[in-house]
């Protein structure tokens, strides 16, 4: 799938990494040096797409000026939490924490992980797909003391919304409407689908 192209995945999470694994056997990873937040006017949906296409772009810079020959294709992603309409990125301390996992629990929220693939390099027009998938999350009430057990855990810091569904978090999600692997941090199915069609189409 895909001999053509040089994969690259444009993103330092070993969870994307890991779901990318089921699609694809070969690929390369280099690491987006772009903040991960910011935009703030944008949201939801529209701003996990200016995200994920700006880590592809910046990568895409870098190859191309060190490997101008190639021809690669890029796939850049990010995630975000959004509830009552606020983007809820990685917590940067225990207060921060605290604060967005009290505004998650007892009800549902959103999360949203864009996506673009960048097709460039040596004798190809350059050209981009990008989509975003959404997955509902519901997680059920917590009391001080379980927010404060689950923070202590460490957990929070490098996720948005402050929790991984896959981690000690799972134990508090009553049910998501969507897919799973989305929240995650990956939409494992609609990007499978979207490399098949590029796929067949070269």
Known sequence: MLERYKVILASQSP???E???RILKNFDVVESDLCEEGFPEEEGKDLTVVLAEN???NVKDRLMAEAPEET???IGADTVVEVDGEILGKPKNT???QNQIHMLEGRSHQVITGVSILICGNEVEESQITFAVTTKVYVASMDNKEI???IETGEPYDKAGGYG???V???HIERIEGDYNNVVGLPVQRLYRALRELDDKS
């Open 95 to 97: 207060a921060e924490a």
């Open 72 to 74: 690669y294709l890029i």
């Open 55 to 57: 880590k592809a772009k």
């Open 169 to 171: 978090f799972s134990k």
């Open 148 to 150: 404060m057990t689950y």
């Open 15 to 17: 969870r994307r990494r």
């Open 165 to 167: 569904i896959q981690g």
């Open 19 to 21: 779901l990318l694994q």
